[in-house]
């Protein structure tokens, strides 16, 4: 009964830390994984390139889970933090990140656009699209 | 403009820009962020006024009025224009007079060119960079309303040339420039010092989320008689620090200049401060600076102290209040601002 217990426990936590969204490219991208300094570095548009390919992020537009988790998880920043940032980003000269209204759309962009670079929920990933971070 | 209607006319600048956020909101645009055209131009700009009261001087200003324009032809080449107008409206409160100066000056004028991650190419006029205060040189991204002496008076604060920068193979965190200018700036109207020649390189190593430290080292030729008849050559030894996290920013910068002079021996000059900014609530943040400059020319080192108060109703909207304690008191004053980065 104990074993059955453990085994249960086990489980459930395996479910509870599961991740739910990945960051993902197109599949004939030459990129295979990216840790998450690289990637904030990239959505931050302070690194602009992976090699010599160019990289072009794009965020979801709003306030969806997806992106605040990506955002708390990989940027490791709030939303007033991002903010500032991009406000003195501004003045420098760079632009935040191209935004998609929808995840349907995050995912097309993906698999058109050369070098794109976005975040979807692990469901919506198929064979059009490579993981490379999970969160 | 007579200063009664440059008064009322700024209390209703400073009224409608304290809205403007909600108002903003409303029409999609976003205050601090420009207005984005397409991918080759977005359109913004700022501008700072500033209350300055002492002993001997009771003045208000329009400080800087800039449009910028920038944008991105490629993945590769982007570009960036700014125009300045400095001091544009000078009100004499104590003698009642004014004066305008609108004619704008090319503020920064540049290509930028991105091979890699590693190595990038700057060219045209850009802000030198060098330490913290002098790559955020507008009111409205600054703590306080005034600069450190260390950031005006001891590195040309613009430079008309070349920047090749990057990310430094040697470390991920670990980003390097390499500057030269071999030429006059583009535009000498409102820069502090007038080079002919400067080049110099500088190193900022990230640690963390939290602490950033750096230095830099380079030398500068001015121009005989632009701003003093006697010094030509300098060179400067550059060191900085930073830490951040959600409630507390301190951050310390010091410079050694060694200049020589036409007919005369080696002059040395130094100059440090220290700020620490304390977040006690969102939006609204105390600040304190101790500056120490001393100059081989003059006896006596200048010491001062600011205690000053910062609100911003959103981060590109910034009210601020200081006073300065000088050395010589008969220099303490009081200054505020009201600026904004649109």
Redesign the interface.
Known sequence: MRIILLLLSIALVSVAEAAEYAVVVARNSPIEALDS?RLRDIFLRR???EG?I?L?PVNLLGEEAVRTQFESQVL?MDR?QI??Y???S??Q?I??PATQASLQSIKTFIERVD?AIGYLPISMVDDGLKVLHEF | MTLVEFRVVGACLVLCLLHLPVMAQDSGYEIGLGKSVNDWLTLGGYFSTEYEKSSDVDQLQLDDVAVMAYGEFSNRFSYLLELESVNAYVANLERDTTSSNFPPTIERLYIDYKRSDHVSVRVGKQITPVGYWNQQPINVLRETSSNPRFSKEMVPKFLTGIDVHGFAPLGEDLTYHVYLQNSRDMDEANINIKPVSHYGFALAKQYGKGWRIGGSAGQFKEAMGSTSSTRTFTRYWQANGRFDNERYSLIAEGIINSESAVGAGRERSKAVYVQGEYRYRPRHSLISRLEYFHDTGVTVPERIGILGYSFRPVFPVSLKFEYQWHQESSYNRFVSSFSVLF
Do not use: A, C, M
């Open positions: 300094e690194r602009s390139f010599n160019p072009v490791q007033g903010n500032q991009w406000v003195t501004h003045f000269g632009k935040p070098g």
